[in-house]
């Protein structure tokens, strides 16, 4: 499994893409994956947005990105395996998710 972290800070705007492109090349690679949004301290709508589009909500207070990178890597379900963490401006490709 592919554990794709996605740190956020009041990044409404920006993550339905960004779980959308995620979806697509994990879906297109036939991987099995889960998403983690860690929502450190958004004051928009972040967090809905996230539970909406099916990804697993992790809310903290640290204001950092490595804090919410950490985080979203401990609440994985196999970070071992595979852990990839996205900021809500990167593009993946299908490329970028290979077999191991």
């Not at 592919?2 to 920006?14: D, K």
């Not at 889960?34 to 996230?50: F, G, L, Q």
Request: proline share 2%; charged share 25%.
């Amino acid at each position: 499994m592919i554990s794709f972290i996605v740190p956020a800070y009041n990044e409404e705007l920006e993550l339905p893409s960004t779980i959308a492109a995620i979806r697509a090349a994990a879906e297109s690679a036939h991987q099995e994956y889960e998403i983690i949004v860690v929502d450190d301290a958004s004051t928009d709508a972040t967090a809905k947005i996230a539970a909406e589009a099916r990804a697993q909500v992790l809310s903290i207070n640290r204001r950092q990105i490595a804090a919410a990178r950490n985080a979203g890597g401990r609440a994985s379900e196999d970070a071992i395996r595979s852990l990839v963490a996205l900021t809500g401006r990167m593009l993946l490709e299908r490329r970028v998710i290979v077999r191991h």
